[in-house]
Structures are given as C-alpha cells and as structure tokens.
C-alpha cells in the first residue's frame, strides 16, 4: 500500500462557509499562494455554480496556481459540473469534486430519491466529469451514516464511471474514531475496484474527533486527507490541516505514513489566515497556539532546562514558531524590506512594495521591534484590499473619566472622491468613532461583533481589531490594524462599511441580471 498521504485543504471552500471568514479575492489569492508554500497537495478553490463571484475567485486562483491541484466543488448535476469546469479548467491540474447523498436520511429527506435512482445519479454525474478531465473526485454526503453495503455500490459506480479519488466523508461529525476506521476499511476491502482508486476522508469536529477520525482512516488505508487551516468550517469546523500534519509526524512510528507538507509554514499559514479572517488564533490551540510551548508549573520548567524532550515532543522551529529579531526598522532601505517580504512568501510589485515600505517607516517610529506577525499585518492593512469607497484620513478622540463631557471623535475621511469631516460624542470613545462615522455616511448599520487582539506582545504592540456589520440582509466583516486602538478601531469599522457597499452593490447588479 502506497504510503503517500495527500493534503486536499478546503479552506478557501468549507473554510470560508465558517461564519465570519469571508474573505475578498486579493485575500483569497494571498492564502491560495501561502497553500502552495505550505506544501498542500490539493486545494479546493470553491464551489463555482454557487455565485458569480465564486466562479470567478475560483478562476482567477486557478489560473494563478502553479503545480498544485486546483479542485471546484459541484452538486452531482450538468449546471454544476459545467460551471465547476468552466471555472478550474485554465489550472495546470485541474480536478472536478462532485458529490450527492448517499445516507437512507439524506436520500429520503433531502434529495426524495430511491437508492437505485441515486446510484444512476452518480453514474451519470462522474461520467460527465470524466468527460472534462481524468481528475475526478466523487464524495459520498453523510457517508458516515450510510449503509456500508450501499456505500460499497456507490463507490463502485463511481469508479467505474471515471472517478480517481473517493471521499466518504463524516458530514455531520457522528462518527467515532474505532468504527469510522471500521467503515473505511469495510469499503476498501468489499468494493472490487477500490484499488483503482484513492481513498479519502473529510471530518468534521462536532463532536471534538475530526482530527482522530481522519487519523483513524489513515491508518487503515484512506490516503487523502481533508483538512482545513486551523480546523475552520461549517459548524464546528473541519479536521485542522496542523494537528493531522504534526501527528503524523510526531508519531511516525506509528503511522509509517508520509506527506509533502513544510511543516516549518504551519504556524506562518496559520498567523496568515487568523490576519485575513479577523479572528485570533486561539492561546491553548494545538500545534500554533501561544501556550502550545509555553511552560509555567515549576515541575516542567525544571525538566525543560534538563532536557527539552521531557514535555515538548517537538520544537517550536519545526512548526515556524521562531522567535523574531529586529531585521526591518526605521534604517532600513527599501531592497531590506522587499527580501524581507519575499523571505515571507509576499511577492510585492514597485507599487505595493512603495505602500508598504513607507507603512514600515511610519509603524518603526512608533514601536522599537518590528516583528514578522507586525509585518504581516501590514501587507493586509496596505496591499490585500479592494480599491475602497471610503477611506479613513485622520481620526481623533478626547475621552476622560472625569463626568460633564462626554467622550468626543473628530473624523477626516475621503467619500467617494471628496474629503469629508465630522464630529460627535458617543458613550465610550469606539462608540463616538462609530457614531460619527455613521452620521457622515447616513448609515445605521448594526454592530454585530467588536474584538480586538494584540498583534504581539508588548505595550506597544499593533492592535488588531475585527468589527462585523449587520445591514438588512447583508453582512460584512472589516478589520483593521495600529498600534492605537481607537485608530484601528475606526480602520476596521470603515473596512465593513466598504466591504458591506461591496456586497450590496454585487447583490444588485445580481438581481438585475436576474429580474
């Protein structure tokens, strides 16, 4: 048995379904470019028949994607598959991944099909695929809830009909590591053409055991593995790309299994996509959190300045944990700092790098130590952004504890071309910022969600906040980075409100096209 594991990485498709990961195109392509850095086998780009704005994120990463696979989702019908082609077929390694449901509830209930007209479904859909390329993959929907007999004629239909990669996903995180392991191995051992096909699992963490489900399938011969940066996704999220990869590795013994991926762009990729969606890595989270290396009971301090490997079972460095050095400051020219960001995977035109290089100079002021995680937030706050409707100038704020007046902001901002100012008061100083914001937009959206996270350590560490807008049936998340909050806080408000004009003009020009 080839011992071979393949990393099928979903973020950009499931992950992105996670509420409040949106992400634009600029951001998209970024993390889509990070994938590659990491080593990730193949990523699913989205699902193109979902919106006009998928299918077009999805070929512009596609098109962009040098030797990695490029896959699009698509429902087991011809709109779907067509559209998913259109989409993925400009990427040098195209896959299709189409998948229809195959549990006696999801047949009965969602689909209201008979077992023998689903089997005709997937023979037709898979050949259909097949008909575009030879990289086919077929997921059966709730497979972890199916009948294993039936699961067997599944995936036998499928294969014979052209598909190369299977997938029987726990859509609903039901299952439980011993008898998922059990499924897969059933399937494997009792469909006839099972080896001419590779096997694949995607789990979901309702229940807390897609990473133990997904390795549990491995061992007994599923070699794909479904994953996602930081374990993001529907619900409660998927398996996460970081912790398969670091077992696997870590108890290689075990395992005996091997991968492409650089486990040193692990913690990178994962800062990268914690920046792009606004929300912070988690400190006791597995593999990338803070505490992940961190030691405060005495007992363990006292054997890690014995011997590191009596309470690590692996280095930070193996996971891109390494510790910063003062490398781009106030000095440095503008070659340092365009190493520095290549160093990092951020390929930067004269025109982004010139946005960035003065962004550097104005943040070096301000702090004494540039870290890569402030560097980091700097690409996104200066390059990864669509052209804005709005653009915050200058803002100010007075605020006291003392009683009589109320805290006050002062806003300088471009609308639309034309400066604008305004001032208000509000009960703390975020809510005068917001309220005069509001007032010169004639806007009164709801603020759903306000969160800032330190960047880095120390006083004087970029704040980072994330702010989340409800307007009607739109929402919208907008983030924002400075070393003072409250300017952060403003950045990050007139972010959503840019990101929220987007969405509702795109809503538009949608329901015109189709009025």
């Not at 040193?264 to 990338?288: D, F, H």
Request: aromatic share 6%.
């Amino acid at each position: 048995m080839d011992n071979k594991v393949y990393f099928f990485d979903t973020t950009l498709r499931d992950g992105e379904q996670s509420p409040g990961a949106t992400m634009n195109l600029q951001e998209k392509l970024r993390l889509a470019h990070q994938l590659e850095v990491l080593g990730v086998d193949i990523m699913e780009a989205g699902f193109p028949a979902s919106s006009p704005g998928d299918f077009e994120s999805v070929r512009s990463i596609a098109q962009q994607a040098g030797d990695i696979q490029v896959a699009g989702l698509a429902r087991c019908v011809d709109n779907d598959i067509d559209r998913c082609w259109e989409a993925v077929k400009v990427a040098r390694r195209p896959r299709i991944h189409t998948f229809l449901s195959t549990s006696p509830l999801h047949m009965k209930h969602k689909l209201r099909k008979e077992p023998e007209v689903v089997l005709q479904m997937i023979e037709a859909g898979v050949r259909r695929c097949a008909g575009y390329t030879d990289n086919v993959e077929f997921s059966a929907e709730d497979a972890s809830r199916s009948d294993k007999d039936f699961l067997c004629r599944v995936v036998e239909t499928a294969i014979k009909a052209g598909a190369t990669t299977i997938n029987l996903p726990d859509t609903v995180g039901y299952a439980q590591p011993d008898e998922f392991a059990a499924l897969i191995k059933y399937v494997i051992e009792n469909t006839p053409n099972s080896d001419k096909a590779i096997f694949s699992v995607h789990c979901h963490n309702d229940l807390g055991l897609a990473v133990a489900n997904t390795l549990a399938a491995l061992r007994v011969g599923a070699r794909q593995a479904e994953v996602t940066i930081g374990g993001i996704g529907e619900r409660a999220g998927n398996a996460a790309l970081e912790e398969v990869v670091m077992a696997l590795r870590v108890r290689h013994d075990l395992y005996h299994l091997e991968h492409s991926i650089r486990t040193e762009q692990l913690y990178p990729s994962c800062r990268l996509l914690s920046m792009t969606i606004g929300q912070p890595i988690a400190n006791n989270k597995a593999i990338v959190g803070a505490n992940a290396f961190a030691h405060e009971s005495g007992i363990h301090q006292d054997g890690m300045l014995k011997n590191r490997e009596t309470y690590e079972i692996m280095t930070p460095q193996s996971v891109g944990r390494t510790e910063s050095s003062l490398v781009i400051g106030k000095h440095s020219g503008r070659n340092a700092v365009r190493n520095k960001f290549e160093s990092m995977g951020y390929k930067l035109d004269d025109e982004q790098l010139q946005l960035v290089f003065e962004a550097v100079k104005k943040l070096a002021d301000c702090k004494k130590t540039l870290h890569d995680d402030d560097l980091m937030a700097l690409v996104q706050e200066e390059v990864y952004r669509l052209p804005d409707r709005f653009r915050l100038r200058h803002v100010s704020v007075q605020s006291s504890d003392a009683g009589g007046v109320p805290p006050t902001a002062a806003v300088l901002m471009d609308i639309d071309g034309m400066e604008r100012s305004g001032a208000g008061f509000g009960v703390g100083p975020v809510d005068a910022i917001f309220n005069v914001i509001n007032d010169m937009l004639g806007r009164e959206p709801e603020l759903e969600q306000y969160a800032i996270n330190a960047i880095t350590s120390g006083t004087d560490a970029l704040g980072e906040v994330t702010v989340r807008l409800g307007e009607g049936q739109y929402k919208a998340v907008g983030r924002g980075a400075h070393p003072d909050i409250l300017v952060a806080s403003a950045r990050a408000y007139v972010n959503a409100l840019n990101n929220l004009a987007k969405k509702k003009k795109e809503g538009e020009r949608l329901h015109c096209q189709h009025g």
